[in-house]
């Protein structure tokens, strides 16, 4: 018996992979963190799993009839295998066929960022690399994590990286905070993971300090476990997207009782009194008061009065999830969350002011490396074709059609190939069953996958991709500080091969292999890019070792002073160190904004009431708001079927929590499987009664592969895949993010049980491959 182990890093953290006898047995966390997540324990189960795509994979009717047959089947056929030359001949024919017929902006790159870890074989960066040197295709601007807050952030403070890690460090509020108010809370679920990898989680302890030296936490959310309850947070259990009326009336108080900040106003902002005008209700006729916001958040108005006091009496930090901005009008929050911390005035001083996205990801918070750690270029950008990120439902369904988005009047592309490498649609998009019409319109679309996840099994051409477990990488977060070598453990399974080895290929067939490789392999490349980092560092005194060193060592730490105070450089001298807005000043009106004439983000922070939440006529049909939010068990829908996953599900769906009082009026029981419905479709799931969820509301997370009981025509999914019943509809024509956290349903006992979950097996493979009777046209598509 063999046993070897090696460094290797995850989103969930570093790792020792040990395998044996060639097989991957255990990911062993990084002997440095404290607070491990148990989602490693999942890793083994995903790398050996009969979902593995094995070989190439065709769907039957593409390959015996070409391009755009019978679409309508995908997600219902089988797949044919056949050989690499064969796969690579195809794509390479297609690509080509449709960049001459129809222009590069035919080609949409699909991606997600969370592919993985390392930096190298970044599934986003390659498929966009390789896409930019065949001459360009339709990209995706922002992400669904925080697009909203991506788009509007820049009018307000000037610098979209605010939302994207850009914090106070926890240095900085140790001591100093006496009052946390956290909209969404601290979800310590989604700080187990970090882009490009971890190796502590320090989320937990540091909370843990902070209430132990005097910090008094408030959870804003209709989730009390939204903020682990080992720091004793307060709870406000507002009802779900109603957090900027409860803001407005936070800030009424403030202005009513003279403790407002007016010289930090006069110096640091601009449009405060366009603001303030609607604020007490002196341009609309409707002052925002404690009483107007507790009717709405349906909380009690002496409560907002005495939080607002309590606000102003202390050293306060604000804080706002990701999720709030996706809602519908999300930038609505994010406005109110800046302005309400300015309203303060403790903006730029240790333990006040405001940040996003605590609790959102394992880093935030900690100090951040000022120099880039290692990372692939995929650019020059060719063309100017591209959609917002949440979108692209809407472009399928219309091409040629014209859209908002930031000031600007765009025009959705006709895409005719589909190249997605990187990321599951039908996890994290919104609306399924629209989704999977519309996904029927593209001529071809390929897939680069490990698994047959939910987008595999509806593509037409599937190439099997490693796992990180089987290349060679570098892990690293500048907000971790730690390089690690993540060396290949075991050998690729089945005929998998990485996505640099497919798209080097196909840059071959197309003559641009040269521009795609720069004539690098891959351990050439993790040391170019290593070197270029490493000379980044010494221009700020940090001398790495060379990269033989540091692969042979299986990791370097970097040592570095990266406190920070948020805008703390500002708010000292504001003319010395202006924001990046028109006026370098915090914008609480922007006049470009305004200038935009939307109605649905004006120029200033409002109240716009989504089309679905408790207070709308909606509510009389489906009386439950359905807060989608990211589990504790996987990471989206990565590691569904992974062993943490699987023991989390109950009736053998993924598990719906939802109030006592909510169940009892519905007959349910805790363990019944549910069945929850809207217009928009109907998925099952197992219930979870829990008085950690206020009345009115459910928790379904997001992430359990899409199951459709009829793939051909879907309406019921019997995993539980929360985003069947999504809208998908933009934030506003600013920001044109997700909006997933705007859902009303109801939920009732399942009448029938359409049986076990399939998702969790491959799709019939037809192992010989079966020749084509027909050439590859659309002319000659059934």
Not at 29 to 47: F, Y
Not at 120 to 131: C, D, P, S
Not at 529 to 548: H, N
Not at 664 to 693: H, K, Q
């Amino acid at each position: 018996m063999s046993t070897s182990s090696v460094p290797h890093s995850s989103h969930w953290g570093a790792f020792t992979a040990v395998v044996q006898d060639g097989k991957l047995i255990e990911a062993r966390p990084h002997a440095s963190d404290t607070d491990p997540s148990p989602l490693l324990t999942s890793i083994p189960d995903i790398v050996d799993s009969p979902l593995r795509v094995n070989a190439p994979s065709v769907r039957r009717s593409w390959l015996e009839h070409g391009p755009g047959a019978r679409t309508d089947l995908r997600g219902a056929e089988e797949f044919v295998e056949v050989s690499w030359e064969q796969a690579l001949d195809l794509v390479a024919g297609e690509l080509d066929r449709v960049r001459t017929q129809h222009g590069n902006d035919a080609i949409f790159g699909g991606s997600y960022g969370w592919s993985s870890a390392g930096r190298f074989h970044h599934a986003k960066t390659q498929v966009n690399r390789f896409l930019n040197r065949i001459g360009g295709f339709t990209d995706q601007k922002h992400n669904y994590s925080f697009a909203t807050g991506l788009a509007v952030l820049p009018h307000i403070v000037g610098d979209p990286a605010m939302v994207a890690g850009e914090v106070t460090t926890w240095s900085k509020l140790k001591g100093t905070c006496t009052l946390w108010v956290a909209f969404g809370g601290l979800p310590l679920r989604t700080a187990q993971a970090e882009a490009g990898g971890i190796t502590r989680h320090v989320g937990r302890d540091n909370l843990a300090e902070l209430s132990r030296t005097g910090t008094h936490f408030v959870n804003v959310s209709p989730l009390r476990d939204d903020v682990h309850e080992e720091i004793d947070p307060e709870w406000v259990a507002l009802r779900a997207n109603t957090d900027t009326a409860l803001m407005l009336g936070l800030a009424h108080t403030l202005e009513r009782d003279g403790l407002v900040d007016r010289d930090f106003l006069s110096r640091c902002t601009h449009g405060y009194e366009t603001f303030r005008q609607y604020l007490m209700g002196e341009s609309d006729g409707a002052p925002k008061t404690a009483a107007w916001a507790a009717q709405i958040c349906d909380l009690d108005a002496d409560f907002i009065v005495e939080l607002a006091h309590r606000m102003a009496g202390n050293r306060t930090f604000i804080t706002t999830t990701w999720s709030l901005q996706r809602a519908e009008y999300g930038e609505q929050p994010y406005w109110m969350t800046v302005t309400l911390a300015a309203m303060l005035g403790q903006i730029g001083l240790d333990g006040g002011g405001f940040s996003f996205g605590y609790g959102n990801s394992a880093g935030m918070g900690s100090s951040k490396l000022p120099f880039g750690t290692p990372v692939l270029a995929s650019g020059p950008k060719q063309g100017n074709s591209w959609i917002p990120v949440a979108r692209h439902t809407e472009m399928l369904e219309n091409p040629g059609g014209e859209y908002e988005f930031d000031g600007e009047t765009r025009t959705y592309p006709d895409i005719r190939l589909i190249y997605w490498a990187g990321g599951n649609p039908f996890h994290h998009h919104q609306d399924l069953n629209r989704l999977a019409a519309a996904w029927r319109r593209p001529e071809t679309i390929v897939v680069h996958e490990p698994w047959w996840t939910p987008t595999a099994r509806r593509a037409d051409i599937v190439l099997p991709a490693t796992t990180t477990l089987e290349r060679n990488d570098v892990g690293a977060s500048s907000r971790d500080r730690v390089l690690v070598a993540m060396k290949r453990a075991i050998e690729p399974v089945g005929q998998a091969r990485d996505d640099f080895v497919i798209f080097s290929a196909l840059a071959e067939r197309l003559g641009v292999k040269q521009e795609y490789t720069e004539g690098r392999t891959e351990m050439e490349w993790l040391q170019f890019l290593y070197d270029t980092s490493r000379a980044k560092a010494l221009a700020y005194g940090v001398d790495m070792p060379d990269f033989e060193t540091f692969w042979e060592q299986g990791e370097v730490a970097i040592e570095h002073d990266g406190e920070r105070t948020l805008l703390a450089g500002f708010r000292q001298d504001p003319s010395a160190n202006p924001l990046r807005t028109p006026t370098g000043l915090i914008e609480i009106t922007s006049d470009v904004v305004a200038g935009f004439g939307y109605d649905d983000c004006p120029g200033h922070p409002v109240w716009l009431a989504p089309r679905e939440w408790a207070g709308s006529p909606l509510a009389q049909t489906y009386p439950l708001h359905m807060i989608s939010n990211q589990p504790r068990h996987r990471l989206h829908g990565q590691l569904d079927m992974g062993r943490v996953s699987r023991r989390a599900k109950v009736a053998g769906r993924e598990p719906v929590r939802l109030n006592p009082q909510d169940a009892a009026a519905r007959g349910i029981n805790d363990g019944d499987l549910v069945e929850v419905f809207n217009d928009r479709g109907a998925v099952l799931a197992g219930a979870v009664l829990s008085d950690a969820v206020r009345t009115g509301v459910i928790q379904l997370s997001t992430g359990a592969w899409h199951d459709p009981v009829d793939p051909a025509r879907p309406s019921l999914d019997r995993h539980g895949n929360a985003n069947v019943l999504t809208r998908d509809v933009g934030t506003s024509r600013l920001g044109q993010g997700p909006s997933a956290h705007s859902t009303l349903v109801d939920v009732r006992k399942a009448s029938t049980d359409p049986g076990a979950v399939a998702v969790h097996q491959p799709p019939r493979i037809v192992p010989k491959p079966v020749v084509p009777d027909h050439q590859h046209s659309p002319e000659n598509s059934a």
